[in-house]
Structures are given as structure tokens and as C-alpha cells.
């Protein structure tokens, strides 16, 4: 297995693990899977237990130096590592225990390549840290964010740390957004690839401090490369502000953060 991944360089490495995360997420989907509580309503899977392992599998064998930080599995390798991959094997638990197929397998190296795999669509969307692409069947097509469909997906998952400054679903009511986009709920991180491929305008959270998000980070980092606008709802980075709000063009990012601004 080392030698398969010895030649990859930091991309390959991510879109590697990302799908072979993705494969063992498609492969256990369906069956009667073990639930991990983690309290509020969250959980997490088997799935996601054994997609992580594939994915850590993965890094070590490529990056055997490097440091891990995963959804399930928290801190692991040299506490002094230069260097930290982010892992969520799972993003859309609930999706995929309820049978919604709309799910990710993110993984980032922190500050540099990254991969979102989705593993019921076939495509794995990817970055180097500067160019980024979609890869299906074996072919690459470069990520081009449009605003065309006007569609923006909000992320109306509990908690709402921005409450009562900012709650996304006093967002969907405001005249302005009736007038100019069409609102959409996904709640997986799946919904940052779509901005960068242009499915989709833009995609609005209030998910709190975003720092050494295992959730987003991947997204984030693909998003980026492919030339979206990427800030917190207070317009800072998205790695010093809160919650996040990824467009894909200035224009659109501008009308969104006024309408957040207007509501706040």
C-alpha cells in the first residue's frame, strides 16, 4: 500500500483518501449500522468510524510524518508535526442514516491541497492549493463558479451561536433575498463544491468559529482555488470570523453580506 501512494503528491494524497473514504461510505450504505451518541442530536455512525480509519490509512501510508486531526478519532500522530491533515469521513450523518444520498468525505491538509468526495455522485472535487478541478471516470474539468442559477444554499442546523445577532433563517425572509435568489437547505458541506462548480450562487452558515474546522475546511480550501469570495457573515476570513458565507462572485457576495448586515 505504500508504494501506491509514494509518487502522490499533496492532491493526489487527498483525493486518494477522500475516496477511499467515499468507497466505504457507499459500501455500508443501507445496512443496520451501530449509532455513536455524541449528545444534542448528534451522532455518528459506523460508517463514519470506518470511513476515518480508510482515510488515516491512506495518510499514513503516503505521509507517514504527518499529523491528523478527524471527526471521530481527535488528535493523532507527532503532537510537533509541521504538518496536519483535517479529516471529516462524514459530513451529512443524519442525511445518510435518514437515506438522503447528499453527504461528503472531506480531506485537507491544512493550508494546502484538499479533497471533497461525494460518494453517490461519482465526483471528487479538488485542489492543489492553487487550481481546482472535478474529477469523474478518470477525467479532470476545471471548477468555474457562476452566480447564473441564483440558487444559495442555507445551512439551517442547530446551534445557532450567532443568535440573536444572526440567524440564517431570518436570512430567507428578507425582500431582498425573495427578489433577487431562490433558497435551498442542504446541510453538508457537499453544498461548497457545488459553489465552486457553479450548481450553485452561494452557501450561507452561521457555524461558528471556523479555525481547524474539520467540517469545512476541505470546501473551504476548494472554494478558494476556484476563485469564489470566501468570509465569515462579518466579512472577515473565514478562519478568524464566524460562520461562513462562500460566493461565487464579488457581486453576489456583496448583496448577501448587506442583507446579513441589515438583519444583524
Same mark, same amino acid.
Request: aromatic content about 6%; proline content about 2%; hydrophobic content about 50%.
Given at each position: 500500500m505504500i508504494? !501506491?501512494?509514494a509518487g502522490l503528491d499533496d492532491a493526489g494524497v487527498a483525493t486518494a483518501a477522500a475516496l477511499a473514504g467515499a468507497d466505504v461510505v457507499r459500501d455500508l450504505y443501507g445496512r443496520r449500522l451501530?449509532?455513536?451518541?455524541?449528545?444534542?442530536?448528534?451522532?455518528?455512525?459506523? +460508517?463514519? #468510524?470506518?470511513?476515518e480509519k480508510t482515510i488515516l490509512g491512506v495518510i499514513r501510508a503516503a505521509r507517514p510524518d504527518d499529523a491528523v486531526l478527524g471527526e471521530e478519532g481527535g488528535q493523532q500522530?507527532?503532537?510537533?508535526? +509541521?504538518?496536519q491533515w483535517l479529516v471529516d469521513p462524514l459530513?451529512?450523518?443524519?442525511?445518510?442514516? +435518514?437515506?438522503?444520498?447528499?453527504?461528503?468525505?472531506? #480531506?485537507?491538509?491544512?493550508? @494546502?491541497?484538499a479533497a471533497v468526495a461525494d460518494p453517490f455522485g461519482g465526483e471528487v472535487f479538488c485542489t492543489d492549493g492553487e487550481r481546482a478541478w472535478m474529477r469523474h471516470d478518470g477525467a479532470d474539468t476545471p471548477l468555474v463558479p457562476t452566480s447564473a442559477t441564483r440558487l444559495v444554499d442555507v445551512n439551517l442546523d442547530p446551534p445557532f451561536p450567532?443568535?440573536? @445577532?444572526?440567524? %440564517?433563517?431570518?436570512?430567507l425572509a428578507h425582500a431582498d433575498f425573495v427578489e433577487r435568489f431562490r433558497p435551498r437547505v442542504v446541510s453538508s458541506t457537499l453544498a461548497l463544491t457545488w459553489v465552486a462548480a457553479g450548481k450553485r450562487a452561494a452557501y450561507v452558515t452561521d457555524g461558528g468559529d471556523l479555525s481547524a474546522s474539520v467540517?469545512?475546511? %476541505?470546501?473551504?480550501?476548494?472554494?478558494?482555488? +476556484?476563485?469564489?469570495?470566501?468570509? @465569515?457573515?462579518?466579512?472577515?476570513? %473565514?478562519?478568524?470570523?464566524r460562520g461562513l458565507v462562500v460566493a461565487a462572485d464579488s457581486e453576489t457576495h456583496?448583496?448577501?453580506? !448587506?442583507?446579513?448586515?441589515s438583519r444583524s
Open positions: 508504494d !501506491s501512494y451501530a449509532r455513536i451518541d455524541k449528545g444534542g442530536g448528534d451522532f455518528a455512525t459506523t +460508517a463514519d #468510524v470506518e470511513a500522530g507527532a503532537a510537533g508535526a +509541521a504538518r459530513c451529512g450523518t443524519l442525511n445518510y442514516a +435518514a437515506g438522503t444520498l447528499v453527504v461528503a468525505v472531506n #480531506v485537507a491538509l491544512r493550508e @494546502g491541497a450567532g443568535a440573536p @445577532g444572526f440567524r %440564517a433563517v431570518e436570512l467540517h469545512f475546511a %476541505a470546501g473551504i480550501a476548494v472554494c478558494r482555488a +476556484a476563485g469564489c469570495v470566501v468570509t @465569515g457573515i462579518d466579512g472577515a476570513p %473565514a478562519e478568524a470570523g456583496d448583496e448577501l453580506m !448587506s442583507m446579513i448586515h
